[in-house]
C-alpha cells in the first residue's frame, strides 16, 4: 500500500519534474490577515463568457442528506460570477459546513477523496484559514473561507453573491468548469460531493435569463476541451505532488 503510493508519487515527480520543479509551496505559518498565496493575490477575472451556467447537484448518499445546488454563472458583465446556493435537508448536528471547489471531479465509486485538494492556482494553501475581509488572498477555491460557512441553525440554506476570483473561462487556473463541490462536516471530514456540469443557454444578450431547459449538459471529465485539459493536467499533477508530499511527511 505505502510501496505503492511512493511509487506513484516517484512516478509522478519524474513525469513532472522539469515543469513543477520550481512550484513554491503554500505558506503554512502566518495570519489569516497577512498570508497570500506563494505566486500572490488572486487576480480578478473580467472577461468571463457571459451565459453560460454551471451546476452542481447534491443528491442523497449512504453518507449525507445533502438535497440542492449551486448554481454558477457569469455577472452581465463578465466581471465576476454569481454564486447561488440552495441546500435543503443539512444534517444540523455535523455543521456549520466549510465548502470548496476541488480540483478532480467525483468519480464513478463516489470516492471524495479522490477529489483532492481545493482549486488553488495561486498555491495559497489551506495550512492558515482564510481571511473574508481579503478575499483575493484566499485559495481560489475556498468559497466557505472567503463567503462564509453553510449554516446549520435550520435544515435548509441558501445565498447568493458574486466571486471575483473564480472563473467560467476555460483553459485559465481560475476555471472551475470540470471539478466539484465537496460539503465538509465541521470537522473538515468530506460530506457530500457534486460535479459540476455546464449548462449552455441559447440566449447570449443577458444573463439574467440563464435558464437551465436548453441544450448541453456535460460530464464534468467530459466538458474539459484541449486548453482546459492542459491546464487540468498541470493543476491536478502539482495536487497530486502535493498530496504524494502530504503522504510522505505524514
Ligand atoms: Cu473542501
Do not use: C
Request: net charge negative; hydrophobic share 35%; glycine share 8%.
Amino acid at each position: 500500500m505505502r510501496f505503492s503510493v511512493s511509487a506513484a508519487l516517484v512516478a509522478a515527480l519524474a513525469s513532472s519534474q522539469v515543469v513543477y520543479a520550481a512550484l513554491p509551496s503554500p505558506p503554512t505559518t502566518g495570519t489569516p490577515e497577512d498570508t497570500t498565496g506563494a505566486l500572490g493575490d488572486a487576480q480578478v477575472i473580467t472577461d468571463n463568457p457571459v451565459g453560460v451556467t454551471y451546476i452542481a447537484e447534491f443528491e442523497p448518499t449512504e453518507k449525507s442528506t445533502i438535497k440542492g445546488y449551486l448554481k454558477f454563472a457569469a455577472t452581465s458583465n463578465g466581471t465576476g460570477v454569481t454564486v447561488e446556493v440552495s441546500l435543503e435537508d443539512l444534517p444540523q448536528e455535523k455543521g456549520p459546513f466549510p465548502y470548496h471547489v476541488h480540483v478532480m471531479p467525483v468519480p464513478e465509486d463516489g470516492n471524495l477523496t479522490e477529489t483532492l485538494l481545493h482549486l488553488d492556482p495561486y498555491i495559497r494553501g489551506s495550512a492558515i484559514a482564510s481571511d473574508p475581509a481579503h478575499p483575493e488572498r484566499a485559495e481560489v477555491g475556498d468559497l466557505s473561507g472567503k463567503h462564509g460557512k453553510i449554516s446549520n441553525e435550520t435544515t435548509t440554506w441558501s445565498t447568493k453573491y458574486v466571486d471575483y476570483y473564480i472563473s467560467t473561462k476555460e483553459g485559465i487556473g481560475a476555471f472551475f468548469g470540470n471539478r466539484s463541490i465537496i460539503i465538509h462536516d465541521s470537522s473538515n471530514g468530506r460530506l457530500a460531493g457534486a460535479n459540476l456540469k455546464e449548462v449552455s443557454t441559447t440566449n447570449t444578450t443577458s444573463s439574467n435569463t440563464t435558464s437551465t431547459n436548453a441544450t448541453t449538459v456535460a460530464s464534468a471529465t467530459a466538458s474539459a476541451t484541449e486548453t482546459a485539459g492542459a491546464a487540468l493536467v498541470g493543476l491536478s499533477t502539482s495536487a497530486l505532488v502535493f498530496s504524494g508530499l502530504a503522504y510522505l511527511f505524514m
